[in-house]
């Protein structure tokens, strides 16, 4: 009779024991399935959130290297808080980037406000809906300084490579977009916007700017008409230049000749062909510019605070496998020692018999190999049950954890998902305080009001980004599956507990004599 045969009628003669080694057995394999599936769905998501964002590098102000000058500029006057005087980005820096090798697009971001003018009226958000979003400001750190002007003027090398027209947030419905053709003082308008004030292409419309102290008229003509599908939050409901129909499109020339500048932009994205370029791309485009005035941002930087939630459910998916894979090696020895205890009269029947020691542990292997397959069966249908029921309930704590980190120490009031100028900020509290007098010269006031005019949270340099992210900024389900790799990784992880088990608990079978245990 062989090893394998008397294994099969020791399970078949212990109904009961061989079902309590099923039912242990499954319990670990289900908990080991469930950190798999959660793993391989945590994982699949930061990568379909990567792939559908692709790889970027941005461009952007080295605000903290800013904020240390101007600091150590502002020490020797005390009573004067901090103003950070951001330097733009040269339009001749961001084009020597584009031209490097391996950049598929790129898109140019000049950002401002203006007021309207003739022949145009911005589309307000209603008192209502500013009241029943006030409480939303909580999230963002509370409220900020409010964006002057009616319209926020995105100034952009061409609208076909902004993030809102890539991700399908914005559609051309008729005209033209901006492209480099395009010539100054021509816009595009959102729908509501140009239904509201009748205005289709070829029509003009005149909207004004404050720039070094003097107002100053710009007559735009309308080329093309495009359509928002963008929510507005409760930021954009307090700021009417930030309401996602009162944004206009111009070229680059135009909006800088609005702020009072020529040839800068406030941040640029490069797309990269290929995405496992990205970091010898980022490091080739630090070696070219002033890395005192500019730095170098790669969307994986973005990624690791963006995708942090799933990151974290990841890891502890993986933890739940290694440390359910431990405790089960670890039961299943303390189970099959207690069963040699049990068999050694067994034991020493068939080592007087001639049994060689390996095939009496080898039989002992068998019989949990046996168990072990009926229990990878169980598994693999309960196993997805409580994945999604773990996962889901993970992600949901992981999320509402990031959020409450975001409420601590995240961006604050209007400024969204772009910079907010350490000035404003400055400027906006100490007009409420002490220091708010009348004695600040005209020329003073005016150039507050121009800094004003650049829109904080569409036209800071993550701004585009943070777009370019669309829907990966949070993902709050998971799409928890079983798969072929996970059996297989299921069934390796079951034979490699099994095998532990058996070998750890027949140590002592090898020091066992005939004689002793049957004189015993």
Do not use: C
């Amino acid at each position: 009779m062989n090893f394998i045969k008397r294994a099969w009628l020791h399970l078949k003669a212990k109904k009961g024991k061989t079902g309590l080694l099923i039912l242990i057995n499954s319990a670990i394999l289900v908990f080991v399935m469930s950190g798999l599936t959660i793993k391989s769905a945590a994982d699949a998501a930061i990568q379909n959130a990567k792939n559908e964002a692709g790889a970027s590098v941005t461009l952007q102000v080295n605000r903290e290297s800013m904020m240390k000058k101007n600091q150590s500029s502002s020490s020797s006057n005390s009573n004067e808080p901090p103003k950070m005087e951001m330097t733009p980005i040269s339009l001749s820096v961001a084009q020597k980037i584009a031209k490097m090798n391996g950049v598929k697009s790129y898109s140019f971001i000049s950002a401002t406000t203006a007021s309207a003018g003739s022949g145009i009226k911005a589309i307000s958000s209603s008192e209502s809906s500013s009241s029943s979003n006030s409480n939303d400001s909580k999230q963002f750190g509370g409220r900020g300084p409010e964006i002057q002007g009616d319209f926020t003027v995105a100034g952009v090398n061409a609208t076909s490579t902004y993030s809102e027209f890539t991700k399908g947030t914005n559609t051309i419905t008729s005209g033209a977009g901006i492209t480099s053709s395009t010539s100054d003082n021509e816009a595009v308008i959102e729908e509501s916007l140009a239904s509201a004030n009748n205005l289709k292409v070829g029509s003009t419309f005149e909207i004004t700017t404050t720039v070094n102290s003097e107002t100053k008229t710009f007559k735009l003509k309308v080329v093309g008409i495009y359509k928002s599908s963008a929510s507005i939050d409760s930021a954009q409901v307090r700021n009417t230049a930030m309401n996602p129909s009162n944004k206009i499109f111009v070229n680059l020339t135009t909006a800088n000749t609005m702020k009072g500048t020529s040839d800068t932009v406030d941040s640029a994205v490069f797309n990269i062909s290929n995405p496992e370029n990205l970091s010898n791309f980022a490091s080739e485009a630090k070696g070219g510019i002033d890395t005192s005035k500019y730095q170098i941002v790669t969307s994986d930087e973005i990624y690791k605070q963006m995708l942090q939630p799933l990151n974290n459910v990841s890891t502890f998916a993986q933890n739940i496998v290694i440390l359910v894979t431990i405790a089960g090696a670890v039961i299943l020895t303390l189970i099959v020692i207690l069963s040699i205890r049990e068999r050694r009269y067994e034991i020493g029947v068939l080592m007087s018999l001639g049994e060689s020691r390996l095939k009496i542990i080898g039989q002992f292997f068998i019989e949990l190999l046996a168990v072990s397959g009926i229990s990878i069966i169980i598994a693999s249908v309960a196993g997805n049950f409580v994945g999604n029921a773990i996962g889901s309930q993970l992600l949901a704590q992981q999320n509402s954890s990031s959020s409450s980190q975001m409420k601590q120490g995240g961006p604050g009031g209007a400024g969204g998902p772009g910079e907010m100028n350490s000035s404003d900020s400055s400027e906006s509290k100490s007009s409420d305080g002490e220091n708010s007098n009348n004695s600040s010269s005209s020329t003073s006031k005016s150039s507050r009001n121009s800094k004003r005019h650049k829109p904080q949270g569409m036209g800071g340099p993550m701004g585009e980004m943070m777009g370019t992210m669309g829907g990966s900024a949070e993902i709050d389900k998971l799409d928890i599956k079983q798969s072929t790799a996970d059996i297989a990784k299921l069934g390796g992880i079951a034979i490699l507990i099994t095998f532990i088990s058996t070998i750890l608990a027949s140590i002592s079978i090898v020091k066992l004599k005939p004689k002793e245990i049957l004189t015993n």
